[in-house]
């Protein structure tokens, strides 16, 4: 890995590969080309603690359920345009094929490290990807850049903000879902929040507060933390018609309900699935 490298984005790409190669089938989702795209070699990164199969059972959940659920709206609403904020490692472009057309956005150093790692393994592929680099806390418009790189705000688009809302302040997650908000009507925006630990379950709260310490320690200090009523009240005020939440619980029904191995994204993110109005 080359620096540029964000250590969040390479930690979700993990968990996702991890699920792939250790959970049994049928995969909630099937996703080790981030962990190729991150240039990880061999399978030592399998031995470090946050990868533990057991006492991360609830994150790899959580990080496949977030994303499965997004790429079901995408298929759902046989979307033409997928805006990713806050991409790191996301694969959709990859593994899609092209029928949908996706535009990253993520923080500028990280977008160049990707770009140098797409490059490298010949997975550029200009007409079905565009990566617009943009800094959320900076006062850029992701909007506009997007727009820039080929984005048409005319036609129904859906949005996904995944693990990203806890890194951004208020303002700043105000303003991206602002941005979302003003596209075309019928648009979607998917983002995940991650509640106050104090709302956790007892069990769960010891691992969050662990990986809070460990969050501020690298550089990635958790900066909001949302109750489901304000995560509603930010997409509401930001311009949304209709907004629901889906809790992880009803992530677990949805996708893990049927299995008997434990895994269930019970405790981790919840999503908001917010549409614009007119349709
Ligand atoms: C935990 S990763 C999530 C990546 C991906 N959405 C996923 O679910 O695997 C957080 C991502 O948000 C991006 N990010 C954090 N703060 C940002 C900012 N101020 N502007 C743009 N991107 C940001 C990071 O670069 C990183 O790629």
């Known amino acids: ?4 490298a964000d250590s969040t984005a390479v930690r979700t790409a993990m968990w ?6 250790i959970d049994e089938p049928p995969h909630v989702l099937d996703d080790t080309i981030g962990v190729q795209i991150a240039g990880i070699d061999g399978d030592d990164w399998q ?31 046989g979307a033409q345009q997928y805006v990713v904020l806050g991409a790191g490692l996301d ?7 092209g029928r949908v057309r996706v535009f990253e956005v993520d923080a500028p150093a990280t977008q160049a490290w990707k770009r140098q790692r797409l490059d490298a393994l010949g997975l550029l592929a200009p ?15 992701w909007l506009d850049k997007a727009v820039s790189a080929g ?29 979302a908000a003003s596209l075309a009507a019928g648009s979607v925006m998917v983002f995940s929040y991650s509640r106050p630990i104090e709302m956790a379950p007892l069990e769960i709260r010891p691992i969050l507060e662990g990986a809070a310490e460990g969050a501020a320690a690298s550089g990635h200090p958790w ?3 949302l109750a489901p009523d304000e995560a509603i ?15 992880s619980s009803d992530l677990h029904n949805r996708y893990f309900a049927n299995r008997h191995d434990r895994l269930s994204p019970f405790g981790g993110e919840d999503l908001v699935v917010a549409t614009t109005g007119g349709e």
Request: hydrophobic share 40%; aromatic share 4%.
């Open 1 to 4: 890995m080359c620096s540029g």
């Open 16 to 21: 996702r590969a991890l699920h792939v190669l």
């Open 47 to 77: 031995q470090r603690p946050d990868m533990d199969p057991e006492r991360t059972r609830s994150n790899r959940s959580s990080i496949v359920a977030r994303a499965r659920a997004t790429e079901d709206v995408v298929t759902d609403r």
């Open 91 to 97: 694969t959709f472009a990859q593994r899609d094929e």
């Open 127 to 141: 007409e079905r990807l565009r990566l617009v680099p943009v800094d959320f806390e900076a006062g850029e418009s």
């Open 151 to 179: 984005l048409d705000p005319a036609i129904p688009t859906v949005v996904s903000m995944l693990g990203v809302t806890m890194y951004l302040t208020r303002e700043a997650i105000t303003e991206t879902l602002r941005a």
């Open 223 to 225: 900066l909001s933390l």
């Open 233 to 247: 009240s930010l997409a509401r005020d930001a311009g949304f018609a209709d907004v629901q939440v889906v809790t």
